[in-house]
């Protein structure tokens, strides 16, 4: 049982560059979630999908535009990478609605020169 | 929408001897509140989870404990272990009907 996959594990971008993180989830969840990770500043998140067809911005959206796919894809895009970008990325999923566990990927480390 | 505070940011202890990791929530609404860990190099994994209707819940070593007038939770774990040592996140649900974290505390066992 994958679970929550996330590729690439790592990336090394140079400013100004495009990129999208892919995530796919094998649960038949129908929310998915895309969060950063920073020194101190625990999760953000970035944006969301409640279901299939549907996004909606989260705390952190600037810089970034996502897309699911359908109802096992939800990939991240980087128009215009910026250092502020450099952070670990983890995409998770989770059944609808409140008190369901969310399931996290293991995480992309992006860097952005 | 909600904010999640979370103390301490570091806490060492000695094998042995129990943790106490502390949070707080501004969303009264909220009535989910899970506990994630995460080990060196890979995402975050719950570990156990209340509900609002619920004011203590146990797990082996693990306890967590709701206070929803004060709107407060807290992770308990007993008996530590060296393996017990990670990064610890406390997280709510509310606002933006998601979870919210807490900012982590770096948990270290040591033998």
């Known amino acids: 049982n994958a679970g929550v996959t996330q590729t690439p594990k790592f990336q090394v971008l140079k400013t100004g560059q495009s990129m999208t993180l892919q995530c796919a989830q094998d649960m038949n969840h129908n929310s998915m979630y895309w969060y950063r990770q920073d020194p101190g500043m625990g999760l953000r998140l970035i944006y969301y999908?409640?279901?299939?067809?549907?996004?909606d911005k989260g705390e952190v959206p600037n810089g970034y535009n996502v897309s699911r796919l359908n109802k096992r894809e939800f990939s991240l895009r980087l128009e215009s990478a910026a250092p502020s970008q450099t952070s670990v990325y983890f995409c998770?999923?989770?059944?609808?609605?409140?008190?369901?566990?969310?399931?996290f990927g293991q995480g992309t480390r992006l860097t952005v020169v | 929408g909600e904010n999640v505070e979370q103390h301490p940011s570091t806490l060492s202890v000695q094998e042995g001897d129990s943790a106490v990791i502390k949070c707080t929530y501004s969303?009264?609404?909220?009535?989910?509140f899970p506990w994630y860990k995460q080990e060196l190099g890979k995402g975050p994994q719950l570990i156990i989870d209340?509900?609002?209707?619920?004011g203590e819940k146990k797990d082996q070593r693990i306890a967590v404990t709701l206070n929803k007038t004060a709107k407060h939770f807290s992770l308990h774990i007993t008996e530590t272990q060296p393996e017990d040592s990670a990064v610890y996140f406390c997280a709510a649900w509310g606002g933006y009907s998601t979870l919210t974290f807490g900012k982590g505390t770096m948990l270290l066992v040591s033998p």
């Open positions: 998770a999923s989770s059944g609808t609605g409140a008190s369901t566990e969310a399931f």
């Open positions: 969303d009264s609404a909220s009535n989910y």
């Open positions: 209340i509900r609002s209707n619920v």
């Open positions: 999908s409640a279901s299939e067809g549907t996004t």
